[in-house]
């Protein structure tokens, strides 16, 4: 089943300098992600179906970073700023 963002319900803080380096490194492995401001600072969105392969995409590219849960999802998420 295709995912849309109302499946986001985790999203990704690292350095805005890599924002779009990751962003384009999990499309090309096939995880849906968009890019978002949230509360003024940029993040990237993932369905936790795909936390496990992100962290080990992020990790061989030696990239610091956190993961949060949305809660429920993205939208609602961003709704609270």
């Not at 990751?22 to 978002?36: A, G, M, Q, T």
Request: glycine fraction near 2%; charge should be positive.
């Amino acid at each position: 089943m295709k995912k849309t963002t109302k499946d986001l319900n985790l999203y990704i803080k690292l350095e805005q300098k890599y924002m779009v380096k990751v962003l384009d490194k999990l499309r090309k492995n096939k995880i849906f992600s968009k890019f978002f401001p949230l509360g003024g600072f940029p993040i990237i969105a993932i369905s936790e179906d795909d936390e496990s392969k992100t962290k080990e995409i992020l990790e061989k590219m030696d990239i610091k970073y956190e993961i949060q849960k949305a809660n429920p999802d993205i939208i609602e998420e961003m709704l609270k700023f």
